[in-house]
């Protein structure tokens, strides 16, 4: 079955970095656009990121110029380099794969189980 399982979550302070990864399976990876989505305490999910198969990218303009995603299709893994933390990146982050290149829920299909990542100021 499929399977997205998120790693590299953490705490650290504000101006720090972190960088996620994403290991995917069960699927033919390179059938579905990539996204990082997250979560904060009391907030609705929010896109962050997405990649198509041929390097193409999106981002919330939110993170831009901070945060990059890629992504290693002959290991089937997502990642995500975050730079600049500030305290509202603070949110759990969750993989997904989706039929389309936006950050919205409805595009995608798959769903990880989330890493946490928490910045002190």
């Known amino acids: 079955q499929v399977q997205l399982v998120e790693s590299g979550g953490g705490s650290v302070q504000s101006g720090g970095s972190l960088r996620l990864s994403c290991a995917a399976s069960g699927y033919t990876y390179s059938d579905y656009y990539m996204a990082w989505f997250r979560q904060a305490p009391g907030k609705k999910r929010e896109g962050v990121a997405a990649i198509d198969s041929d390097g193409g990218t999106i981002y919330a303009d939110s993170v831009k110029g901070r945060f990059t995603i890629s992504q290693d299709n002959a290991k089937n893994t997502l990642y995500l380099q975050m730079n600049s933390l500030k305290p509202e990146d603070t949110a759990m982050y969750y993989c997904?794969?989706?039929?389309?290149?936006?950050?919205?829920?409805?595009?995608?299909?798959?769903w990880g189980k989330g890493t946490l990542v928490t910045i002190s100021s």
């Open positions: 997904a794969a989706g039929r389309c290149l936006l950050l919205e829920d409805y595009c995608m299909d798959y």
